[in-house]
């Protein structure tokens, strides 16, 4: 029972109980009044004990009653607060909710909504309040445009709205059981704007894949807007143009290009969709230009070089005319015939034989160009022919002009890559002469067996002299591999010959130059100074020759390869003319020189030794003359040239003079102790180098020697020799301790002197066991290791060099010197880090290296 019906119940109770005190009251005034009615008063009293009773028991359930309606009424107000509280709860929980909630009858009238959707609303000018209907509000949104755009859900996605302040919500939505709407907004503008950019981002990494797709393409493509603007080019588009990436970007209208390059790219509305042409470049290129219209108007047009197809073509063309004036002129009928049976090549003479213009033949069925021949007389051979099998048969046939003759025809099946027959070649020869020189050969069958016979002597003969012929020539070939493997034997005895004497004439000499120097740094008077500078000369002059037979004999024996690297030419040209300046003084000889800054790659060692003798070679030739040392760059190489304007060469001579041994009148005041191998080793250095060597000369006024490098890059660039003056100059030796190992006693002696002369502590021996006898090879304190590459016993110092490291804690700066100038022993040096010094060995040389590894 509601509040309502037991506040009704409740008022009429009292009315009715009013109705009752009222009536008894009136009942007992009367009793009082008619007191002299007799037994009435009696009755009447008894009828109000009993209205009496009803009035106590009225009064009973009234009390109940009210009762009863005070519970309802705690009853109500308990329901009244678990209500308010319930609401209190429900609108804290949907105001912590970040999306906007709104609830909605069924008639779409909004019955409650948080704070987020009055914000939504609030922000864009539109005031909404509880009874408002959200159709109309939501219609007067998109009247003002405060919602821009709306994409309506369906079974699988939710509304979603874009506002005009670039915000975007969705809408998620469920029916109530009155019929109404639970609604919430949800705002998805940070989703928006990340799918927004990762679409960005993925649209971004596809055009830049799009455009290394094009890029990659070998055709130059294009695409062009619809007001003919370059909106998309590739480089192959590029480089066929000749138009620069700038020019593309600040003039991509195609009337500013077009006469910029060669290549056609004009359009017309009256284009149609898809259009082919070929263009032809002044450079000979011959391109392709298709253009395709697309649906939106743009059009894309490419650009394919087919120069190649194009020759291709040309001299497919030009084999065809070249086959058909063969075929014309062979004395044979020649026709090619489809499966079809169609023909589709036949040759003058075919033509001529049959009465047919040229090209009448083509596609005329072979039953159709009989003259006076039945085709089922042919149609086996053609069947067989078109089974796979090649077949020849004769017949007589005639022209059109009635003249009847022989024929010996052949089919020939032609096949697909499968093995198929896709037609056959006709070959048709007039054999009416073989047939009436038959009764000839005939009758010279019966003297045929006879001179079959004589014939077969004859060639029995000839066989065996062929076979004495055939055994002489395999005793001749026997006898060549025999004298070829001496001679390769005898070149390598020479090689190892050589080798072993240089090395035998290198030790002695070595040490005789060592003395020298050290006699020289000890010597005052001014004779002996010049005595001693003579036998310093005949040294060197004749550790020259023995360097030049020792550097003939390995470029004959192919062992000398080019270590090429990149290297300023500059530097290397600035000490040959501080080497040869002297020189030029002392013979008279005026050098000039013309200063250059390259980088070539090549062997800096080598292309010294050519210049060298180039310089030796200019000098020896010129009597009071000048030379000029100087280059000239030439695309991608730089040319070296000698000039001189010596007595010259006479053209004869030219040849002559890379030949070894070979010498040409000196002037009187140049060396006079060459062998004549100078030029000889640089024609065989050119070809270790690959390096082109040319020679011009004048007689009487000239001569320039050149050779050609290539040119390089120097990424890393330090001034060498520079370093290396600066280190001598500030460099002090005394006091540095130096171990020493060479098996020659002599040499042991020279270098003591020597390194004694620059103040070094010097310990020598002759063997390792001879240097362990003397100090501790562990602990005892050294700055420098100098060793011997060949020792006695079978050693060698590299051996010994890496023994003593290992038994130091710290391995020692190491030098080895050796005649040895092998590659394989330079790579072993280099790999272990020892500094490589090839004997005889300078004593300015050999101090530069040692303060290199002291530093």
Known sequence: MTDLELQDELDRLRTQNEKLVKINRVLMQRIEDGGSLGNQPYATF??????????????????????????????????????????????????????????????????????????????????????????????????????????????????????????????????????????????????????????????????????????????????????????????????????????????????????????????????????????????????????????????????????????????????????????????????????????????????????????????????NQRVNTNFEQLQPYV???????????????????????YLHKSYVPNKDHHGAVIGFFVLVRDITTRIKSALALQKAHDSLEVRVNQRTAQLQQVNQMLQIEVEERRRTQLDLSKAKSEAEQANLSKTKFLAAVSHDLLQPLNAAQLFTSTLDSQINQQSNISLVGSISKSLDDLENLISTLVDISKLDAGVVKADKNNFNLGELLNNLVNEYQHQSEQFGVKLKHVSVDAIVHSDSVLLARILRNFLSNAFRYTDNGKVLLGCRKKHNAVTIQVWDNGAGIAKDQLNEIFKEFKRLKASQKAFSNGLGLGLAIVDKLSNVLNHPIEVHSVEGKGSVFSVTVPTGQLYEQTNTQSAINRALANTNLAGRKIWLIDND???????????????????????????????????????????????????????????????????????????????????????????????????????????????
């Open 383 to 405: 069947t067989r022919a078109l089974k796979g099998e090649s077949v020849s048969f004769e017949v007589e046939e005639s022209n059109h002009l009635g003249h009847s003759v």
């Open 745 to 855: 006693v002599s040499i042991c002696d020279a270098m003591s002197q020597l390194l004694s002369n620059w103040q070094c502590e010097v310990i020598t021996a002759t063997s390792l066991e001879q240097l362990r006898s003397n100090i501790d090879l562990n602990t005892d304190d050294v700055d420098l290791l100098i060793m011997d590459y060949h020792l006695d016993d079978d050693k060698n110092g590299l051996d010994v060099a890496i023994e003593i490291n290992q038994s130091r804690a710290k391995p020692l700066p190491t030098l080895m010197i050796t005649a040895n100038y092998s590659e394989e022993l330079k790579s072993q040096v280099k790999s272990h880090g020892i500094v490589l010094l090839n004997k005889p060995v300078k004593p300015m040389k050999l101090k530069t290296s040692i303060i290199y590894l002291l530093r």
């Open 46 to 367: 008894e009828h109000s004990v009993q209205l009496a009773e009803q009035v106590q028991e009225k009064t009973r359930i009234l009390n109940e009653t009210l009762a009863e309606l005070e519970r309802s009424n705690r009853a109500l107000k308990n329901a009244n607060d678990q209500a308010n509280i319930f609401k209190q709860r429900f609108v804290d929980a949907i105001e912590s909710i970040s999306d906007a909630f709104v609830l909605l009858d069924s008639d779409g009238r909004i019955i409650l909504q948080n704070s987020h959707f009055l914000n939504y609303w609030n922000k864009v000018g539109l005031k909404i309040e509880e009874g408002t209907n959200l159709n109309d509000f939501k219609a007067l949104a998109k009247t003002r445009g405060i919602i821009s755009q709306a994409y309506p859900g369906d079974a699988n996605q939710n509304p979603v709205y874009k506002l005009s302040d670039n915000r975007w919500f969705q809408l998620s939505e469920r029916r109530t059981r009155e019929g109404g709407w639970v609604m919430l907004y949800t705002d998805i503008t940070a989703l928006k704007m990340a799918e927004s950019a990762r679409y960005e981002q993925a649209m971004a990494q596809k055009s830049k894949l799009l455009q290394n797709l094009v890029d990659n393409l070998s055709q130059g493509v294009i695409i062009v807007s619809n007001n003919d603007q370059l909106e998309v080019w590739n480089k192959r588009f590029v480089e066929m143009s000749k138009l620069s990436t700038q020019m593309l970007r600040s003039k991509p209208y195609l009337q500013n290009l077009a006469s910029s390059t060669e290549l056609d790219l004009a359009f017309s509305d009256q284009d149609a969709a898809n259009t082919h042409g070929v263009q032809k470049l002044s450079n000979g290129t011959v391109v392709e230009v298709r253009s395709h219209r697309l649906s939106n108007g743009k059009t894309i047009k490419t650009f394919t070089d087919i120069t190649e197809a194009h020759q291709y073509a040309e001299s497919l063309r030009e084999s065809e005319s070249r086959l058909r004036l063969i075929t014309d002129n062979v004395p044979a009928m020649i026709a090619y015939v489809g499966a079809d049976l169609r023909f589709q090549f036949t040759n003058k003479v075919y033509q001529d034989w049959y009465g047919r213009e040229k090209g009448e033949h083509f596609g005329v069925d072979l039953k």
